[in-house]
């Protein structure tokens, strides 16, 4: 069953089946892979962006400002990588942001439940919990890019 962005092999190009692989697939030849690493340097981002913020804005203002900047653009530049390095995906510009948009929220939603409830209700450790919570927030993000935000159905006559 064909509903989501196909994985882009290293040599679709040559098979005439999708768009061509990007370098970064051609690299690593796997889309997981290729997502870990853009989610790594937009994590990095993320973080420049929030001490940028932080000093730029200096005293006068709340730090969740900072904080609200840099996921500002943070969410746009993955965006742009995820749409062209790793789904490799065209057209449907402002449906695949939205989409994007809500997976991303929906992972910030199931890393704050189920932080809670591995800390408050199982009474685990918060940061050995933190991590196994994030990594499991990852994975799930990969498929809700894969099948949401970058979905395409079978190829249609019209393009």
């Known amino acids: 069953m064909k509903t989501n962005a196909r994985p882009v092999a290293a040599d ?15 690299m690593v030849r796997r889309q997981e892979v290729a997502f870990a690493m853009v989610g790594a340097c937009n994590t990095l981002l993320g973080i420049g962006l929030t001490v940028a913020w932080l000093a730029v804005l200096g005293d006068a203002w709340p730090p969740a400002v900072a904080v609200v900047l840099a996921y500002a653009v943070g969410i746009v530049v993955a965006f742009v990588l995820h749409r062209t390095l790793v789904f490799r995906v065209r057209g449907r510009l402002l449906r695949d942001f939205v989409g994007f948009v809500v997976v991303n ?8 439940v189920l932080l809670s409830l591995a800390v408050s209700v199982l ?21 809700g890019h894969r099948y949401i935000s970058f979905r395409r159905g079978p190829e249609a006559g019209s393009g």
């Open 123 to 143: 009474h685990l450790p918060r940061i050995p919990s933190a991590v196994v919570v994030m990594g499991l927030v990852a994975v799930a993000s990969f498929f």
């Open 105 to 112: 929220s929906g992972g910030l939603l199931m890393n704050t």
């Open 12 to 26: 679709s190009d040559a098979t005439g089946d999708g768009p061509a692989a990007g370098l970064l697939l051609r």
